[in-house]
Every structure is written in structure tokens, then in C-alpha cells.
């Protein structure tokens, strides 16, 4: 049986963006970027060119490798030309391979929000449409309030899908902008809409006001459409968009779905889906949610009693898929076997080789399941991970040992007198047997810490010239002032064009810093070494 196509579409970077409290910028975009083609997903849409400036920078150059890199904005204003329109003008000279583009399909949005006629709105999308597919791009269009806009007036909704189709969009969207849609009016709408659009040029834009944006984006598919739009954890306006997380893995491990239709993701890039929900929840500095269908830390977690004794006999009596499937692990009497598998899957991902029946890694994995219970997450910190199993079995030069640190953080008057805060740190390391002693003043403990930790690292300073400390966050593990801290820094190679994370845990901030911090460097001495 031949399956049909669907695609993909991630929003993240832009309708995610919307989330409150969410800020990304640049190194973030590029971060997540690289998580979303690591995923797997068929387009990346990564924000709208022309809008700020951190926007305007990321689309100064392609960010994805194999997701098509799609560019956001609106159709071209009534009475004015597609030359004589900035807007739309920034969003064609964006270095994208796709454009989509905002178009209000609900009649009364078009007088109230654009202040032009039905007819003139009609006109903006098809020659917004005809300009993007002669610009060598490809053309889509987010039919903004559809399905609110086809209960008010049937006919101009699906006019307006009907111009951006044969203009030549290749996918036309329907967006249940305002989340209020329910499963069933979803599927008989879409019904509808085409007659006048082809199911395999129609996409799916749902969010979760009411709690059904997976529900809605799987009637979507019953329906006919064939790419679906959602977030990575289902971040966005409001209560959100339809969860990615959620949607692969029922479309790739639910029958009913696996066996009509294909997803770009293949089998080896759900099986990360776990780590890639968990590091993203890192990148944003939150806790990921626990109970999450397929990835949460408790989706497949059973407590004594009648349901473990069943799930040790056959995992199937109560797991509706293999955890494995999803990155993910049974919580009940996890065997050293299934352990060591997850391990090794993850060592074959940063490319360390070793043998499945190598002591060491029982050693790892002993080390890591402690880590993990002192508060390390190595989720999203790929670089401390690999540092800790590169250690483990033997692979990580002593490239400097930390004697000692000492930071001060001085409040005073300056000489114009001025209340100023001053930090010094000190920092004390063996290199080859010969002892050093760095100090630097920096805008606060860690950037003073980091500055006296780069430096003078002997025969190793060149390797960390273009070494920089792009992001750092704080999360408090449990309450009080006496709090366990873990932190995560992002670090830059603008040499390399290289970027990683690094982890540290610690009652002390500042101890838990330059944990994080010395790995870092190591991390970079490492790379710089291989190379």
C-alpha cells in the first residue's frame, strides 16, 4: 500500500515567539534551528525579516541544512504595488527558500484590521503569491481566522483559499487563529474547502484554547490536509499551538496514521524526540512538564503494585507504545540491560565508539543515574555529557587542574562617586606541572571568573582565542536560600562556528558556574585537539 506524503511545518521561531515570557535571540534561533533539522522537520519558519532586528539577523543567512527555511509575512497592502510594498519587498530579499504569508480570510477582520474592500484583499494575496513564485520561492498562505471566517461567510473563505491556490500557492493553511474550532466543525469545514483546494496542497494551523490542538490537527489529516503547523512543546499565544512532541509520534506509532501516511522523520530521529523536547525546555530555562504524553519523565512510569508486576511480564499490559521508540524509558525496575542500550544510543550520537559489553560503561551509568539525582539534566548540556563519558573511558586529556578560586564582590563609591559593584576573581591552575595565577575583573562573579579562567592557558591559548560565553541561566532546584542551583552556559566558537553547552550543579552559584564554565573550556581544548 502506497502512504501519502505529510509535511511537516514548524513555527516555533515565530508563532512560538509570541509565547509570553519567550525572548529568543539570534544564538537561540540558531540553537533551535539545529534541534528542528535534527528532528526532522520538513520547514523551519523562522521568524518575520523586517520586523526587529534580531529577525532581520537570522534570515541575513540560510540557518537549516535540510528543513526548507521558510521567511513570515504579510500580503501586500491594498493599493499599492508588490514593488512599492517595503514589507513585502524585506521578505523577498530574506535569504529563505520559502515565504508565508498572513492573509485575512474572515470578512469582517478585513474591514476592521485592513480597511479595504473583499474584493481588494482577494487581489493582495494573489499578487503577493505570483510575486514570491517569481522570486524563485516557494508560496504559501496563512488563511488567518478561516474556519471563525467560514461560519460568518462561507463563500469569501473559501474565495479567499481558492486565490491563494490558483495564484500558485503551494500549500494554502487554514488557521484556527483564535483556538475556539472544535474536531468535528474542523473535519466537515475542511470537507468544503476542497472542492476548491486539493487535500495535498492544504496545511493545518491549530491552537489550544480549548485544549484540542492535537485533537484538531489529526481530524485535519482525517479530513484530507497533508502539512501540518505546530511548535515544539506546543509553545505559542495564548495557551498555545498544536505540540509537535505530541503529533509525530502518534502519526509515526498509531496505526491508523503509520499506515496511510509518511513523515520525514525517520524511526533513528523519533527515537531523539525526547532529548530534543527536554533540550529545548533547557534553552528556554524551564522545567520540562513532567507528564507530557510520550516524552515526560512519568509517560511511562508505573508505581508498585498490580500494574508493575503486569508491565514486568509484558511491558504491552500498560504502555500503549515501546518507550524506546520515543527516547524515552519505563519507570518501573528499569533493567542495567535497557539502561546500557539508552546509553550506548546516546554515545553513538556523539560519535564515541564502544563496545556493548565494555565494563566502563556500567561505571557510566552508574555516574550519570548519580548526576542526574544530584540535579544534573544533561539534556540540553551535550558537552558536559560527552566530557563525563569521554572521562569514563579514558579518552580526556588533563589539559589543567584547578587548584583554587577566589571571587570578591566589592559595593562602593567610585571617584566621581558613583554606588558601583565591582567583581575580582582569582583563579589558580596547574598546567604540565607549572602553576599559574590569573586575575580579571568582570561585570559580575562568573564574568569576572570567566575572563581569570581564559586567561592564560599556556600552550592552549590559541585553541580558545575565539572562545565566548554567549548565555548563561540559573534554575533553583528546590526552595530557600541554602537552594541547589543548576546552571547552564551556552559557549561560542566564532573560529569554528561552533556553539555547546555546558552544565554545573551546586548549593553555591558561583561553584555551580565555574563548573560549568571549566567544562566549557575543556570542552573546547577537546574539539581543538580532534581537529
Known amino acids: 500500500m502506497t502512504r501519502e506524503r505529510l509535511y511537516l511545518f514548524d513555527t516555533t521561531l515565530r508563532d512560538g515567539a509570541q509565547t509570553s515570557g519567550i525572548d529568543f535571540s539570534v544564538t537561540e534561533k540558531i540553537a533551535i534551528a539545529e534541534l528542528l533539522d535534527r528532528l526532522g522537520v520538513d520547514y ?25 527555511f521558510t521567511a513570515f509575512g504579510m500580503t501586500k497592502r491594498a493599493g499599492r504595488s508588490v514593488s512599492n510594498d517595503p514589507g513585502l519587498q524585506e521578505i523577498l530579499a530574506a535569504k529563505a527558500d520559502a515565504c508565508c504569508f498572513v492573509a485575512k480570510s474572515w470578512d469582517y477582520h478585513v474591514d476592521v484590521a485592513l480597511g479595504c474592500t473583499n474584493e481588494e484583499n482577494l ?7 505570483k510575486a514570491a513564485v517569481a522570486s524563485g520561492r516557494e508560496a504559501m498562505i496563512d488563511c488567518e481566522h478561516f474556519f471563525d471566517g467560514y461560519k460568518a461567510n462561507p463563500d469569501y473563505a473559501l474565495a479567499c483559499a481558492k486565490t491563494a491556490f490558483e495564484a500558485g500557492a503551494r500549500w494554502v493553511v487554514l488557521c484556527d487563529t483564535n483556538g475556539g474550532t472544535l474536531p468535528d466543525e474542523v473535519k466537515e469545514i475542511i470537507g468544503k474547502v476542497r472542492a476548491v ?78 532529548s530534543i523536547s527536554h533540550a529545548f525546555d533547557e534553552m528556554l530555562n524551564r522545567s520540562p512538564d ?110 589543567f587542574d584547578v587548584n583554587s578560586f577566589r571571587v570578591m564582590v566589592e559595593r562602593r563609591h567610585n571617584a566621581i562617586g558613583n554606588l558601583v559593584s565591582v567583581s575580582e576573581a582569582v583563579v589558580k591552575l596547574d598546567i604540565d606541572g607549572e602553576s599559574r595565577m590569573s586575575v580579571a575583573e568582570g ?89
Open 443 to 531: 561585570n559580575g562573579p562568573v564574568n569576572a571568573l570567566d575572563k581569570a579562567l581564559r586567561k592564560d592557558l599556556g600552550k592552549y591559548q590559541s585553541a580558545i582565542e575565539g572562545l565566548e560565553l554567549v548565555d548563561y541561566k540559573v534554575r533553583i532546584l528546590n526552595g530557600g536560600t541554602g537552594a541547589v542551583t543548576r546552571v547552564l552556559i551556552e559557549s561560542h566558537d566564532t573560529g569554528r562556528h561552533r556553539r555547546w553547552f555546558t552544565i554545573g550543579v551546586s548549593s553555591n552559584i558561583v561553584d555551580a558556574s565555574f563548573q560549568a564554565l571549566v567544562d566549557s573550556i575543556t570542552y573546547a581544548l577537546l574539539k581543538a585537539e580532534a581537529a
Open 44 to 68: 523551519v519558519e523562522g521568524g518575520y525579516p523586517g520586523a526587529n532586528p534580531t529577525d532581520s539577523e537570522f534570515f541575513s543567512e540560510k540557518r537549516t541544512n535540510r528543513a526548507t
Open 197 to 274: 483546494v486539493p487535500g495535498d496542497h492544504l496545511g493545518i494551523h491549530t491552537h489550544d484554547d480549548t485544549g484540542h490542538a492535537v485533537a484538531n490537527t489529526l481530524a485535519a489529516v482525517d479530513a484530507g490536509v497533508r502539512q501540518i503547523q505546530g511548535t515544539l512543546n506546543g509553545i505559542g499565544e495564548r495557551c498555545g499551538n498544536a505540540n509537535l512532541i505530541t503529533l509525530i509520534p502518534t502519526l509515526k506509532l498509531k496505526q491508523a496514521y503509520a499506515e496511510k501516511y509518511e513523515l520525514g522523520v525517520t524511526n533513528d530521529q523519533l527515537a531523539e524526540i525526547t
Open 290 to 399: 513532567r507528564h507530557a504524553p510520550y516524552v515526560g519523565e512519568t509517560a511511562f512510569a508505573t508505581k508498585a503494585g498490580i500494574h508493575a508486576s503486569a508491565i514486568l511480564k509484558d511491558p504491552q499490559t500498560y504502555e500503549h507504545v515501546p518507550p524506546e521508540a520515543v527516547g524515552n524509558r519505563r519507570r518501573v525496575l528499569v533493567s542495567d540491560q535497557a539502561g546500557k542500550s539508552n546509553l550506548l544510543g546516546e554515545l553513538d550520537r556523539l560519535g564515541i565508539k564502544v563496545a556493548k559489553s565494555d565494563p566502563r560503561l556500567d561505571r557510566l551509568l552508574a555516574e550519570v543515574k548519580q548526576k542526574e539525582a544530584e540535579g544534573y539534566a544533561y539534556e540540553a548540556a551535550d558537552a558536559s555529557f560527552e566530557l563525563l563519558a569521554r572521562r569514563a573511558l579514558g579518552e580526556v586529556p588533563r589539559f
Open 123 to 129: 487581489e493582495s494575496i494573489a499578487d503577493t503569491v
